[in-house]
């Protein structure tokens, strides 16, 4: 995939309009584990608001505590509940979601984005995986990156919706279609974008995880990287302000490129306001 030549989603994909305008939602909420639950499923709490109609389509941009995030298929694992217990008193609560895909870690070092909007006349999963990665492609460019798509193998959660760089993945890709055939069905397209981890630990954790539910697969933390590598300094143990830095310009480019007709700051646990 290749870089984008225009820099507004209308231009790029000018099927995707709606009769209400793009909403953006952000939160500071990262760093509250009380509402860790809340910040988990807060884009599933938006897509059944666009999916009931008391929303138009919405972006979401934030970050929560550290934690693992795991699959409804994979909560079926054999000693779900035990593990989940032990990982979290290793410092890493599990919570489910309901997007494809399989276990990633966050934390206040990973970056989510989502998009939630009406399903359109012959949408595809494809054309989701398009937008999101040639916005976050364009994004990634603004720090003088090359980013593709593709599958990162040994890396958690792979797909090949994957954003690269140096064949590492830097950005995890997953959708949901809720609403069934209903005129207004919805779809939840996901990223997360991994500005600073530990991976190797993040990774460890992922396959502590798989291990204590029975599960063999296993995952290698060099089969990915962070955006704080990526720009050459990973001797540098990098800020918080570094990190608010990149979530503010994500929040900028995402104004310019889908035009939101405003901004909406609230706590990531109330997605309920208009």
Not at 190 to 204: Q, Y
């Amino acid at each position: 995939m290749t870089q984008i030549a225009h820099r507004n989603v209308s231009d790029n994909f000018p099927h995707l309009r709606f009769d209400r305008p793009w909403r953006l939602l952000t939160s500071d909420s990262h760093g509250d584990l009380a509402q860790l639950a809340q910040l988990a499923t807060f884009d599933e709490q938006l897509l059944e608001r666009v999916i009931r109609g008391d929303r138009g389509p919405c972006l979401s941009i934030n970050r929560s505590p550290r934690c693992l995030v795991t699959t409804v298929r994979e909560s079926r694992m054999s000693n779900f509940e035990e593990a989940c217990r032990k990982l979290a008193e290793q410092g890493w609560p599990v919570i489910v979601r309901c997007t494809g895909g399989s276990c990633v870690p966050q934390g206040p070092g990973v970056i989510n984005f989502s998009m939630i909007h009406p399903r359109i006349r012959g949408w595809s999963l494809e054309d989701g995986y398009k937008v999101l990665c040639e916005f976050l492609i364009h994004f990634l460019a603004s720090y003088g990156l090359v980013s593709t798509t593709g599958e990162s193998p040994g890396s958690f959660c792979d797909g090949r919706y994957n954003l690269q760089v140096g064949g590492q993945k830097l950005v995890g890709t997953a959708q949901r279609w809720a609403g069934g055939t209903r005129e207004n069905a919805a779809v939840l397209a996901h990223a997360c974008l991994l500005v600073d981890m530990d991976l190797c630990e993040a990774t460890e954790k992922i396959n502590t995880l798989y291990r204590l539910c029975g599960n063999p697969q296993q995952f290698t933390a060099k089969s990915c990287t962070t955006l704080h590598d990526c720009l050459g300094k990973p001797e540098q143990k990098p800020s918080a302000d570094f990190i608010a830095g990149v979530e503010r310009r994500l929040v900028a480019m995402a104004r310019d490129y889908f035009n939101p007709i405003r901004t909406i700051h609230k706590p990531a646990a109330n997605p309920s306001g208009s």
